[in-house]
């Protein structure tokens, strides 16, 4: 009744390619950004921000990296957490190297450093495919997390072999170090958040997009049919990394603060994030939110249910989160193989019909 | 002899025998990606899993003892006996088998005919579990696991080269256990896969699953063996894995150490598994013995991979997988 695009009158091109064409859709994304940028600041504390908001929104940058390379272009990838680790130290060498340049304009650059290592290992995907590559992938984890961890010149040769973020500010407002106050780092990374979102929307409904879902339908047809398999490959790999790098960078310098890599960027990092997609959806952006959302949010609730409220010793409760998760997800792949944007497709059509649905 | 040589031959004996033991992880995944085309995630953890299981019933731990005295309050923790070696290893095959039957009936038979990628999934999904229940079960505490293997030094062999070369080669005599139960398990692997019915049932269902269904071969009968299987491997690998290093979750990364293996050796060759866990295991260590100390050292955690991906892109299906033809 209220969700149709019935009435809903395109005069012109520009309205009708539009990124949202319903207006219902249009109305509702406008509403969350307001809500997201003018009322969520006013009324969170430092908890919410650092136990679900900040995670929640960087986690959704990889997981829309992620998803573009996977759900879009069809190349399995278990390398995020090498490429979060370079977007992480590519930020800090850049912090530390060029003080006087905004913060905003580094973590760009990362971006766009992580971009060209991806595209460098996803130069072999062009020979292999499937689980070949996915193991292949892993190659980039644990060469990138070494090369962090052996080589003092990333880390500035600190004793430690950690890296911490200097305090930096932008346009006058402290976003990394101690003295951030909770809405500046959250509203920071939603800018990128949304940004991001908004690219990734962009180009995966246009020609680059096509050209990925072509050649994760079939590699072979879509050469037939002129796509140039060797572009869109890295293409994917080039875009996904990019995003996938500034949620690294906004993971270390907003977020965590200081950063020892094999920690922060191991091998389940890579697994969580992939979780996260296919949770949410393979081929979705909005799967990408929900996928984050719900792996923020699961272990948090089974934290305050277990420990919080029945008292229980926290390393039992670790124990059983990883078999929940564990559980969840093969309940989910069972369930809905094509994960939560699914379950939403379907409301959506319900709620077209609804309330006379024949 | 130079004793650059000597050194350089102790470290090719010392990465043979390491190389056995990742081709022992490999062999499992091998087993399950035949037979069911499912690329099992979770033999690593299975491994884990079963060493865990045979210290906790060798020391006749309660299970689930935390949680209980969690839930209502009490202190259990042991039976108060001991159970030997050879019985706790039975016990423990029956447990690995009751878990193929469960993970074939709760997960893999609802997700026949799925693409691969979401059976992978499952399988993490699976190794996150059982690593948890694993953890709730027996406790996260590093065991010692001790079936009565021989370790340490082997005498004949320092005894032998030191006469032969004037230094004695150090060669642990675990390893040398290992490689012989290896070589056990796959030639009987190997022998029950091609004479026996089940074995070449199991083939079988490899090959094309409509048409083993189709001449009365029961799907259901074979995952659940080929599960089994696989569990039996998981339990050798990680008894050796177990006594060598003590059961912890590390253990449960050997799994990352077999997927270049399988990568190299092809997913769907027996033979591939274990020429690919020699070559990486000498690699890695020859690597690290040449190369690694110049540039840092701990290059084992990523050289195998970048082996495999090289040797990947001029031979994309592996040593001896089978050739990829696809069409359009």
């Not at chain 1, 650059?109 to 193991?135: C, D, E, H, N, Q």
């Not at chain 1, 973020?165 to 407002?173: D, I, K, N, T, Y």
């Not at chain 2, 190794?127 to 996260?140: H, I, K, P, R, T």
Request: aromatic share 14%; net charge neutral; hydrophobic share 55%.
């Amino acid at each position: 009744m209220f969700y149709r695009e019935a009435g809903d009158f395109k005069t012109s091109y520009t309205d009708d390619s539009q990124t949202f064409p319903i207006k219902f859709d249009r109305y509702r994304y406008y509403v969350v950004l307001i809500a997201a940028f003018a009322v969520i600041p006013f009324l969170i504390n430092d908890y919410w921000v650092n136990a679900v908001l900040l995670p929640f929104l960087i986690y959704s940058i990889a997981a829309i990296g992620l998803n573009i390379l996977v759900g879009y272009c069809g190349q399995v990838s278990l390398g995020t957490g090498g490429f979060m680790a370079v977007g992480a130290f590519a930020v800090y060498k850049l912090m530390t190297a060029f003080p006087e340049i905004s913060i905003f304009i580094h973590v760009i650059l990362a971006g766009g450093i992580t971009a060209g290592v991806g595209v460098l290992f996803g130069l072999p995907s062009l020979r292999i495919k499937g689980f070949y590559l996915a193991v292949a992938t892993l190659a980039a984890q644990f060469f990138l997390v070494w090369l962090f961890n052996r080589v003092p010149w990333f880390y500035n040769y600190s004793a430690s072999g950690q890296i911490s973020a200097p305090e930096r500010s932008f346009l006058g407002v402290p976003i990394t170090g101690a003295q951030t106050a909770p809405w500046a780092a959250y509203l920071f990374c939603l800018v990128f958040c949304v940004a991001c979102a908004l690219i990734a929307r962009n180009l995966t409904r246009g020609m680059a997009g096509r050209k990925w879902m072509a050649i994760r339908d079939m590699d072979i047809a879509a050469e037939i049919i002129g796509v140039n398999p060797l572009k869109a490959k890295l293409s994917a790999f080039g875009v996904s990394s990019f995003f996938v790098g500034i949620s690294g960078a906004l993971f270390f310098a907003v977020y965590l603060g200081a950063v020892e890599v094999g920690e922060a960027f191991g091998i389940n990092k890579s697994f969580l994030v992939l979780f996260m997609v296919i949770i949410g959806g393979l081929g979705s952006i909005f799967g990408s939110f929900a996928g984050a959302a719900f792996l923020v949010l699961l272990p948090v609730l089974l934290k305050n249910t277990l420990v919080g409220g029945l008292g229980w010793p926290t390393d039992l409760a670790a124990h059983l989160e990883f078999m929940i998760v564990g559980a969840m997800i093969i309940v989910f792949l069972i369930a809905e193989p094509h994960g939560l944007a699914q379950l939403w497709r379907i409301a959506k059509e319900k709620l077209r019909l609804w309330p006379f649905p024949h | 002899m130079p004793d650059q040589l000597l050194f350089g031959m102790e470290v090719v004996l010392n990465g043979l025998m390491a190389g056995v033991l990742y081709a022992l992880v490999a062999l499992g995944f091998v087993l399950i990606y035949k037979a069911s085309g499912i690329f099992n995630y979770a033999q690593g953890v299975m491994a884990l899993f079963a060493a865990m299981t045979l210290v906790g019933i060798m020391e006749g731990n309660v299970p689930f003892s935390h949680l209980i005295n969690a839930v209502f309050g009490t202190q259990v923790h042991h039976f108060g006996w001991q159970v030997p070696g050879i019985a706790a290893v039975a016990l423990t095959m029956i447990v690995m088998v009751a878990l193929a039957w469960v993970v074939n009936q709760l997960i893999f038979r609802h997700l026949v005919n799925q693409a691969p990628i979401i059976l992978f999934m499952a399988t993490i999904g699976l190794a996150y579990f059982l690593e948890g229940f694993g953890d709730v079960m027996w406790g996260s505490d590093i065991k010692k696991l001790d079936v009565g293997l021989p370790q340490g030094l082997n005498t004949v062999i320092d005894d032998l080269t030191y006469g032969l070369f004037g230094y004695g080669f150090f060669i642990d005599n675990l390893d040398i256990v290992a490689t012989v139960v290896a070589a056990l398990l796959v030639g009987s692997l190997v022998v029950f896969a091609q004479y026996s019915k089940q074995g070449r049932a199991m083939r079988a269902v490899a090959d094309d699953h409509q048409a083993a269904l189709s001449v009365g071969v029961s799907l259901n009968f074979i995952w659940v063996m080929v599960w089994s299987l696989a569990g039996f491997v998981a339990l050798v690998a990680g008894i050796m894995w177990g006594t060598k290093s003590g059961v912890q979750f590390s253990l449960s990364l050997i799994a990352l150490k077999a997927l270049p293996v399988l990568m190299l050796g092809g997913f769907t060759s027996i033979p591939g598994a274990i020429v690919g866990g020699l070559i990486i295991g000498v690699g890695e260590k020859l690597f690290e013995f040449s190369v690694g100390t110049m540039v840092g050292g701990a290059t084992e955690n990523w050289f195998a991979y970048v082996l495999a991906l090289i040797f990947l892109v001029f031979r994309p299906q592996g040593l001896f997988g089978e050739k990829i033809i696809e069409r359009v």
